[in-house]
């Protein structure tokens, strides 16, 4: 991908769903099956799904990453809110950091947007607020599409409803709004 792209010149790289969130799967919390084929395939450390999110970032050099709020990365912030530290000690310094920011203010759009400005200048790596706004050649590309009107679940033909022309990525499938 990082040849493609380098040889393409393409200017930006738009990430919905950045994170699998793997982790912290609220999918998976009361599955102790899942849980443990998490642990056994190396899943369930959060320092290293972060590490791996921040590295593949950095791997193109020649764009500007935005990224976009989105369900998955929201998962860390979702984790934070409902999970008790003292029962995943392997993870328990990293919960423990994430919400002290949290609670100081530093992570106002989400602990995963908080980790990556933390490592990117926004020239290189931009993570987009719920209300931002973010313009491509007549396209809205801000909104992941998980939420929809007055809070509800967003869908495609939700979107297309919409007067400004949008991109969304929440169905992981390609589709125009």
Same mark, same amino acid.
Not at 32 to 44: C, F, L, T
């Given at each position: 991908?990082?040849?493609?792209?380098?040889?393409?010149?393409?200017?930006?790289?738009?990430?919905? /769903?950045? %994170?699998?969130?793997?982790t912290v799967n609220n999918h998976i919390e009361k599955n102790p099956v899942e849980q443990y084929k998490r642990m056994i395939a190396g899943d369930d450390c959060i320092e290293k799904e972060i590490a791996d999110i921040i590295?593949?970032?950095?791997?193109?050099?020649?764009?500007? $990453?935005?990224?976009?709020? %989105?369900?998955?990365?929201?998962?860390?912030?979702?984790?934070?809110?409902?999970?008790?530290? $003292?029962?995943?000690?392997?993870?328990?310094?990293?919960?423990?950091?994430?919400?002290? %920011?949290?609670?100081?203010?530093?992570?106002?759009?989400?602990?995963?947007?908080?980790?990556?400005?933390?490592?990117?200048?926004?020239?290189?790596?931009?993570?987009?607020?719920? /209300?931002?706004?973010?313009?491509?050649?007549?396209?809205?590309?801000?909104?992941?599409?998980?939420?929809?009107?007055?809070?509800?679940?967003?869908?495609?033909?939700?979107?297309?409803?919409?007067?400004?022309?949008?991109?969304?990525?929440?169905?992981?499938?390609?589709?125009? %709004?």
């Amino acid at each position: 991908t990082v040849n493609i792209i380098g040889n393409l010149k393409i200017p930006i790289e738009i990430h919905h /769903d950045l %994170a699998d969130g793997v982790t912290v799967n609220n999918h998976i919390e009361k599955n102790p099956v899942e849980q443990y084929k998490r642990m056994i395939a190396g899943d369930d450390c959060i320092e290293k799904e972060i590490a791996d999110i921040i590295q593949f970032l950095g791997i193109n050099p020649y764009t500007k $990453k935005i990224v976009v709020q %989105a369900n998955h990365n929201d998962r860390f912030d979702r984790w934070i809110n409902s999970q008790d530290w $003292k029962k995943d000690l392997k993870n328990a310094l990293p919960y423990l950091k994430y919400t002290t %920011a949290v609670l100081e203010g530093k992570a106002e759009k989400g602990v995963l947007a908080y980790l990556i400005e933390n490592q990117f200048t926004k020239d290189e790596v931009f993570c987009l607020d719920y /209300d931002d706004s973010y313009m491509i050649g007549g396209y809205e590309v801000a909104h992941h599409g998980h939420i929809g009107a007055n809070g509800s679940r967003g869908s495609v033909e939700q979107f297309r409803k919409m007067s400004t022309k949008m991109i969304i990525g929440h169905s992981h499938s390609p589709a125009r %709004a």
